[in-house]
């Protein structure tokens, strides 16, 4: 198994655990932005110190980094904060495999935000699966409520966040990319490693200055909450770094279609661990968004 591959599943599985984790603190505790801030509090100082250690252990000078690497890690470290507070709010709007069956739109639209940013393109087949992926968004669209989908069912909070969560997920993808291509180093881990210690920190800051601003009292919620926080900021470091390495190895559209084992991991969470109830059409709506994946992933 190629090394890309092997840690894009291990990403995949911490993130799930990490998501899951972010919804109980959502519902139970904190607001959707103060959820999102657990992750980078405890996660960043840790990223950091990793960062330090191993740069120190393998013999490694920081390297220059340069204008586009800031860009790009500036803006994928953004995108990545909203993407999180819209899909940390759509857990309390659907329930939790909905959620990130909405999320996982990001394996399509990734495709074109890379053509557009790097100019990495696809074939006109892989434009055919993103088509198909966008009948089973439309399946997903519809509240559980409602036995069929209706045009109007697309004018909704939690269709507008899982799709809007998808796209943000994509530019942070491709921007992380990015960011990593812009280190003059040969080693992927001290790549993705210092890029990953990079954005988290950025995040971290801007997160706690919002919260500071516009939510008085988040951040003693976030520390309050720490047992279970301190869990979430251990899951995001370890799927961060999952993600960033397998972006710097491989195309972010490679990684992200081979991610969508994410959508079986919340589907088992949803049934067995959250005991949610998915009606048919959400089935069939997942089982299509599903098969265009898998056919990005043939003709990628």
């Not at 990734?110 to 790097?118: K, T």
């Not at 990593?180 to 990079?198: F, V």
């Not at 491989?250 to 049934?271: C, D, P, R």
């Given at each position: ?136 968004v439309l ?110 190895l491989q195309n972010a ?48």
């Amino acid at each position: 198994m190629s090394l890309w591959i092997a840690v894009t599943l291990s990403a995949a599985f911490f993130q799930t655990l990490r998501f899951m984790l972010q919804r109980q603190l959502a519902i139970d505790t904190l607001s959707p932005q103060g959820a999102t801030f657990a992750r980078f509090a405890y996660s960043a100082p840790l990223i950091a110190v990793g960062t330090t250690l191993y740069y120190s252990s393998a013999g490694l000078d920081l390297p220059p980094l340069p204008s586009a690497f800031w860009a790009y890690a500036a803006t994928g470290g953004l995108a990545q904060i909203l993407a999180t507070v819209a899909v940390v709010t759509l857990f309390k709007a659907r329930n939790f495999a909905v959620g990130i069956t909405f999320k996982k739109t990001e394996a399509i639209l990734i495709v074109l935000v890379g053509w557009i940013v790097l100019g990495e393109g696809v074939t006109l087949a892989g434009f055919a699966a993103i088509a198909l992926g966008l009948v089973g968004v439309l399946m997903l669209s519809a509240p559980p409520e409602n036995m069929r989908w209706r045009p109007r069912d697309l004018v909704n909070k939690a269709a507008g966040l899982g799709v809007a969560s998808g796209l943000l997920f994509a530019v942070s993808g491709v921007c992380y990319r990015g960011a990593s291509l812009e280190i003059a180093l040969e080693d992927p881990i001290a790549r993705s490693s210092l890029t990953l210690a990079c954005v988290t920190a950025m995040q971290g800051t801007a997160m706690a200055l919002w919260l500071r601003w516009r939510e008085v009292g988040q951040i003693t919620a976030v520390w309050t909450a720490r047992r279970l926080a301190v869990l979430v900021g251990l899951m995001s470091m370890a799927g961060s770094f999952g993600w960033f390495t397998a972006f710097t190895l491989q195309n972010a559209a490679y990684v992200k279609a081979v991610g969508q084992i994410e959508l079986v991991l919340s589907l088992f969470a949803s049934l067995v661990v959250f005991r949610e109830k998915i009606v048919p059409r959400e089935w069939l709506g997942m089982i299509v968004l599903i098969c265009s994946i898998l056919l990005l992933i043939l003709v990628i």
